[in-house]
């Protein structure tokens, strides 16, 4: 038999099209990990949430809207917050209390529940206890730079402040509602490479801070606070913290690549 007779049969059929069947495949395979990959994160979360409002409400943890952080311990005074957290805190549950309508993103006016204004106030709270007061930027400082903060470590946050778990939609939909008011802003981490591809890093939790406006509207700029806020501003900084946003700036390397990547810049 000849080597002619061994080699496959065209019979009007492309054969050169293996390479993107195979690459179909690892696409849909990769698709399916990433999809499992999300569902196992989402129920890590939903059930750290549940747990942790559990314990605290069995042990009468809950510390709500007081001036205290979020944590297992209560109103211990080891979690007692700057003195100016609990007069903000208060006058943003009357701010919230006051938000009968609100007009959303597509320019709709609606209106907000008395129980929508109460889970609002408590959003309002969670996101103000990790605010800088002096740059409005929502985070934590860290030893060499100021560190995001992911939507998932906030529903953490207040299911340890208020003793039960908030669902996922219900802190998207007051987070959208504080968009809509101009109140709060977020902005996605980009990566750009070196072949003009981009993409949101969703690994990287986006920059977050509050509008002047709103700050201004709860009296964080009045005299008393700004004392006691540069005071605590001034001890962190004495203990080596920073409230300068963290730069991503790396390169990431994909299969069979080195594709070098530079990251969004932080809001000014």
């Keep these: 038999m000849g080597l002619d007779n061994l080699a496959p049969k065209d019979n ?30 989402r129920k890590y979360h939903r059930e750290s949430k549940r747990k942790n409002a559990a314990l605290v409400k069995s042990k009468g943890k809950a510390v709500g809207v007081s001036g205290h952080k979020s944590s297992l311990d209560g109103f211990s005074k080891k979690s007692s917050l700057p003195p100016h957290h609990k007069e903000l805190f208060n006058e943003a549950g009357r701010f919230a209390n006051n938000v009968h309508e609100y007009i959303d993103k597509d320019g709709v006016v609606r209106r907000l529940s008395k129980k929508g ?22 985070g934590v400082p860290k030893h060499k730079y100021f560190d995001t903060i992911s939507h998932d470590a906030f529903m953490l946050r207040h299911a340890k402040r208020f003793g039960y778990a908030i669902s996922s939609s219900s802190w998207y939909r007051y987070i959208a509602i504080l968009k809509a008011m101009n109140i709060f802003r977020g902005e996605s981490i980009w990566s750009f490479n070196n072949t003009s591809e981009n993409k949101n890093t969703r690994s ?17 700029y009045k005299d008393h606070i700004k004392v006691s806020v540069n005071l605590a501003y001034s001890k962190a900084k004495k203990n080596g913290l920073s409230f300068i946003w963290k730069v991503k700036n790396a390169a990431m390397y994909k299969e069979n690549t080195t594709a070098s990547f530079d990251f969004s810049s932080p809001p000014i």
């Excluded at 204004?117 to 929502?138: F, H, M, T």
């Excluded at 990287?204 to 964080?220: Q, V």
């Design 204 to 220: 990287e939790p986006s920059y977050k801070w509050f509008s002047k406006d709103f700050l201004t509207k709860i009296g964080a």
């Design 117 to 138: 204004r109460g889970k609002l106030k408590e959003v309002l709270i969670v996101l103000l206890s990790a605010c800088d007061y002096v740059s409005n930027q929502i």
């Design 12 to 41: 009007g059929i492309e054969l050169d099209n293996s390479t993107e069947l195979v690459d179909g495949r690892e696409l849909l395979i990769r698709r399916k990990a990433d999809r499992i990959k999300s569902r196992t994160t």
